[in-house]
């Protein structure tokens, strides 16, 4: 035989078994019958290795598929056959120590759907929500009242599930008479003032932001409509051609565009934002005319991957085509809302109302399956915009397509009090709960209120770095458990994003200095420290808490970090000030400038970089003010207060310093609260914690594997003043110089020391 029919044989002669549900290890020969080598090749390492070691996916995250490729090769002649192999999830091997009740309320001859998920502890002590199969399915009706027991199992298991339903007369009132927020934030009015970091990071992204090219962002969403590309390079990344989360950095883009004028004014900002707005128009209607394509649909891609998901296609067929349409969705409101461009909103409107068209035809119980599947089902804050629709639009269609995407596994537990967030993915579920928010502005209901407030302080109580960020692998973990989880994978920079999103919209409805506290620690440590300090758009992904950490910024891969990253640098004017019917609240120290012309006031705030307890509050005003200025959670004892050069005597009231004497004219006002060094223990464990000067942690500039070890006595003896660069601090102990994390940039650091 020949070279090449020694090849051929040996390939049909090759069998591997049912590669259709693998659950072992594959043995991959590396001899053919015939005397061929054969070499294999894995496309995905995390599934299954090149010499056939499997890695099952997790309970929950679907049977995946992974191509292995076998190159036989004899004497001069080689040829390849690739081999698709599903790999099986793992059993679900939960052991049930309890299951809270299933408690549900109805009104008779309405329809009521039962959770899809309840909450269960298991027997190592973790609380997490698992799906329940329902024996008569999750849609109910019941036409008198009364209390209803239904029955069912823990999905996968024989672990039987009771509930109880009470069906009444008429509805408890939930609905809030007005949902009334009752302080504004001021990011309409409120500039930057150069000099600083803040600013000197927005202008970085706006620099960015001006040498992009349109065309490109484009790129993709011409080439599904059919329209020239007008010699455009292609994206990259996860928005390549063929990556199938195309299109979701350009929605990113939208918002970046809307937040960079809003902030800036800059008027070829607005201009690129309006070219994006046209193009985009002449893609949705290009779609519309498209035969198969239905009236408002816009995207980088057909609607196919909506299509596999109403057939419960797992990933990575498809990878979350309602998460992507959030991001294109929320960009054009951002347009709208933030650049005043019309023409942004009637095409989200008409993106509305195909989402709309296509949900409502479908069962409940097959929305609730989609939402489910790893990945695939993730929808971004699809709630949020939907309902942030119908606020423009008035059309309750949207506010019914919102109701489509709540999601019993999150919020079930959290109407029941508890924190069930274990094994959840982060920051695909913070923009549910900023849905959550959305819709009890909207409708009124309590329990959205409560679901949302609850979500934040349980995050920021018990899942959170000191940096304000959340999340390990992307994943939240059991409660508590930080210092368990100081790896190189840790705090999304998108899942920061959200929260503090979600913290601005709380804050508006309970002006509790307490959101304020969250969001400058977050602001200050996590998203001032993503950033590239080059104008590239670079952020990181992960901001990396291990030992010999250093930063990765995502330049080229388009990743949801990136996306957000775009964003984040103009939404530094976002909550500095506030506004309610009696005062103006001070909550944020970046140096800044407040103007209310209509009010006839202006207020100016700055700060001295070495010494961040050092705060001056310039007011000009006509007749009386009255002033909160909030004490930051960093301060220590008693501020001294100047006001016009005199010292002055005020109250602490909910966590602010209340100014109610300020009369017309100009006012100076400088506080000086006691700034020091400081630690900060982890949680979980005590001999884990952080060194912080003021707001900012402080990271250990070193190259050692090691995590540091320091006594840890008093802060302000263990370490001196270096005077060689701002905020900077030497270690009298180690001689290690720490510096702010968000001054750091390409240098090896360790944020998390250890107590000897």
């Given at each position: 035989?020949?070279?090449?029919?020694?090849?051929r044989?040996d390939?049909?002669g090759l069998y591997?078994g049912?590669?259709?549900?693998v659950?072992?290890?594959?043995?991959?020969p590396?001899?053919?019958?015939?005397?061929?080598?054969?070499?294999?090749?894995?496309?995905?390492?995390?599934?299954?290795?090149?010499s056939?070691?499997i890695?099952?996916?997790s309970?929950g995250?679907g049977n995946?598929?992974?191509t292995?490729t076998a190159?036989?090769?004899?004497?001069?002649?080689e040829d390849?056959?690739?081999?698709t192999?599903?790999?099986?999830?793992?059993?679900?091997r939960?052991e049930?120590?309890?299951?809270?009740?299933?408690?549900?309320?109805?009104v008779k001859?309405?329809?009521?759907c039962?959770?899809c998920?309840c909450?269960v502890k298991t027997k190592?002590?973790?609380?997490?929500?698992?799906?329940?199969?329902?024996d008569?399915?999750?849609?109910?009706?019941?036409?008198q009242?009364?209390?209803?027991k239904v029955h069912g199992?823990l999905?996968?298991t024989?672990?039987?599930?009771n509930?109880?339903v009470?069906v009444w007369d008429?509805?408890?009132g939930d609905i809030?008479?007005v949902p009334?927020?009752k302080?504004k934030c001021?990011a309409?009015d409120?500039?930057?003032?150069?000099?600083n970091?803040f600013y000197n990071a927005?202008e970085?992204m706006?620099?960015?932001?001006?040498?992009?090219?349109?065309?490109q962002?484009?790129?993709n969403?011409?080439?599904?409509a059919?329209l020239s590309?007008?010699?455009a390079?292609p994206?990259?990344?996860?928005d390549s051609p063929?990556?199938?989360?195309?299109?979701?950095?350009?929605g990113?883009y939208?918002s970046?565009?809307?937040?960079?004028?809003h902030?800036?004014g800059?008027e070829?900002?607005l201009?690129?934002a309006?070219?994006?707005?046209?193009?985009?128009?002449?893609?949705?209607?290009a779609f519309g005319?498209?035969?198969g394509?239905h009236?408002?649909?816009?995207s980088?891609?057909?609607?196919?991957?909506?299509d596999?998901?109403e057939k419960y296609?797992p990933?990575p067929k498809?990878?979350?085509?309602?998460?992507?349409?959030h991001?294109i969705?929320?960009?054009?409101?951002d347009?709208?809302?933030?650049?005043?461009?019309?023409?942004?909103?009637?095409?989200a409107?008409g993106i509305?109302?195909?989402v709309y068209?296509?949900?409502v035809?479908?069962?409940?119980?097959?929305?609730?399956?989609?939402?489910s599947?790893?990945i695939?089902?993730?929808?971004g804050?699809?709630n949020?915009?939907?309902?942030?629709?119908?606020?423009?639009?008035g059309?309750k269609?949207?506010?019914?397509?919102?109701?489509c995407?709540d999601n019993?596994?999150?919020?079930?537990p959290?109407?029941?009090?508890?924190?069930?967030?274990?094994?959840m993915?982060?920051?695909?579920?913070?923009p549910?709960?900023i849905?959550?928010v959305k819709?009890?502005?909207?409708?009124?209901e309590?329990?959205?209120?409560?679901?949302?407030s609850?979500?934040?302080?349980?995050?920021?109580q018990?899942?959170?770095?000191?940096?304000?960020g959340?999340?390990?692998?992307?994943?939240?973990?059991?409660?508590?458990?930080?210092?368990?989880?100081?790896?190189?994978?840790?705090?999304e920079s998108?899942?920061?994003?959200n929260?503090?999103?979600?913290?601005?919209e709380?804050y508006?409805?309970?002006?509790d200095?307490?959101?304020?506290?969250?969001y400058e620690?977050?602001?200050y440590?996590?998203?001032?420290s993503?950033?590239?300090?080059?104008?590239t758009?670079?952020s990181?992904y992960?901001?990396s808490?291990?030992?010999r950490a250093?930063k990765s910024?995502d330049?080229?891969e388009?990743?949801c970090c990136?996306?957000?990253?775009?964003?984040?640098?103009f939404?530094?004017?976002?909550?500095?000030?506030a506004?309610?019917?009696e005062?103006v609240f001070?909550?944020?120290f970046?140096?800044?400038v407040?103007?209310?012309?209509?009010?006839?006031l202006?207020?100016?705030?700055k700060?001295v970089?070495e010494?961040?307890?050092r705060i001056?509050?310039?007011?000009?005003?006509?007749?009386?003010?009255?002033f909160?200025?909030?004490?930051?959670?960093?301060?220590?004892g008693?501020p001294?207060?100047l006001?016009?050069?005199?010292?002055?005597?005020?109250?602490?009231q909910?966590?602010y310093l209340?100014f109610?004497?300020?009369?017309g004219?100009?006012?100076?006002?400088?506080?000086?609260?006691?700034?020091?060094l400081?630690?900060?223990e982890?949680?979980?464990?005590k001999?884990y914690?952080?060194?912080f000067?003021g707001?900012?942690i402080?990271?250990?500039l070193?190259?050692?594997?090691?995590?540091?070890?320091?006594?840890?006595g008093k802060a302000?003896e263990d370490?001196?003043?270096?005077?060689s660069?701002?905020?900077a601090?030497?270690?009298?102990?180690?001689?290690?110089l720490?510096?702010?994390?968000e001054?750091v940039w390409?240098?090896?650091?360790q944020?998390?020391m250890?107590?000897?």
């Open positions: 035989m020949t070279d090449r029919e020694i090849v044989q390939m049909e591997l049912n590669l259709g549900t659950e072992f290890d594959l043995e991959l590396e001899n053919g019958i015939h005397g061929s080598k054969i070499s294999w090749h894995s496309d995905n390492l995390n599934l299954m290795d090149h056939g070691h890695f099952r996916p309970y995250r995946r598929e992974v292995l190159c036989f090769r004899y004497g001069e002649y390849e056959r690739s081999y192999v599903t790999i099986l999830e793992e059993n679900n939960i049930v120590a309890d299951i809270y009740p299933v408690r549900q309320v109805a001859g309405e329809t009521v039962l959770p998920a909450a190592d002590g973790r609380v997490i929500a698992h799906f329940v199969d329902w008569r399915g999750l849609v109910h009706c019941w036409e009242p009364g209390c209803y199992r999905k996968d024989a672990i039987p599930v509930g109880c009470e008429e509805k408890d809030a008479a009334v927020k302080i001021c309409d409120t500039s930057l003032l150069p000099g970091d927005q970085r706006h620099s960015y932001l001006l040498h992009t090219d349109e065309d962002w484009l790129y969403f011409r080439c599904a059919g590309t007008r010699e390079s994206m990259t990344g996860w063929e990556g199938l989360l195309r299109g979701h950095s350009t990113h939208l970046a565009l809307a937040l960079c004028y902030a800036t800059d070829e900002i201009n690129k309006v070219y994006m707005t046209d193009a985009l128009w002449e893609c949705q209607e005319k498209k035969e394509y009236k408002g649909f816009l980088a891609y057909s609607e196919e991957q909506f596999l998901l296609t990933y498809i990878w979350a085509p309602y998460y992507t349409l991001k969705l929320a960009g054009l409101i347009l709208y809302n933030l650049a005043g461009i019309q023409k942004a909103a009637e095409i409107e509305g109302d195909w068209g296509r949900l035809a479908l069962a409940h119980e097959q929305r609730v399956r989609m939402w599947i790893y695939a089902g993730e929808y804050g699809m949020e915009s939907m309902a942030e629709l119908y606020r423009i639009t059309k269609e949207f506010l019914e397509a919102a109701r995407f019993d596994r999150l919020f079930y959290l109407e029941q009090g508890l924190d069930a967030l274990d094994g993915h982060a920051n695909q579920h913070i549910q709960i849905g959550a819709m009890y502005e909207m409708t009124g309590k329990r959205y209120y409560t679901i949302a609850l979500f934040w302080k349980i995050v920021t018990s899942h959170m770095y000191a940096i304000g959340t999340g390990e692998s992307e994943m939240f973990h059991e409660a508590g458990n930080i210092s368990g989880l100081l790896t190189k994978s840790t705090s998108c899942a920061t994003y929260m503090l999103k979600l913290t601005g709380l508006q409805y309970r002006p200095a307490v959101y304020m506290d969250y620690r977050a602001v440590n996590h998203i001032l993503s950033c590239d300090h080059q104008p758009s670079g990181t992960f901001l808490m291990r030992p250093v910024f330049l080229t388009n990743s990136h996306g957000t990253g775009l964003e984040s640098h939404k530094y004017v976002e909550n500095i000030f506004i309610d019917k005062a001070i909550n944020l970046i140096p800044s407040l103007s209310l012309p209509e009010n006839k202006e207020v100016t705030v700060t970089e010494n961040p307890g001056f509050v310039q007011i000009k005003a006509e007749g009386r003010q009255i909160k200025i909030r004490r930051p959670y960093w301060a220590e008693k001294e207060i006001v016009n050069g005199e010292r002055y005597e005020t109250q602490l909910e966590g209340v109610d004497e300020m009369w004219g100009s006012t100076e006002i400088e506080i000086n609260w006691p700034c020091s400081r630690y900060e982890a949680p979980d464990r001999n914690f952080t060194v000067f707001p900012y402080l990271a250990a070193t190259e050692q594997e090691e995590r540091v070890v320091l006594h840890a302000e370490f001196e003043r270096e005077a660069r701002p905020l601090f030497r270690s009298r102990e180690t001689g290690c720490f510096i702010p994390l001054k390409k240098e090896e650091y944020v998390y250890k107590k000897a």
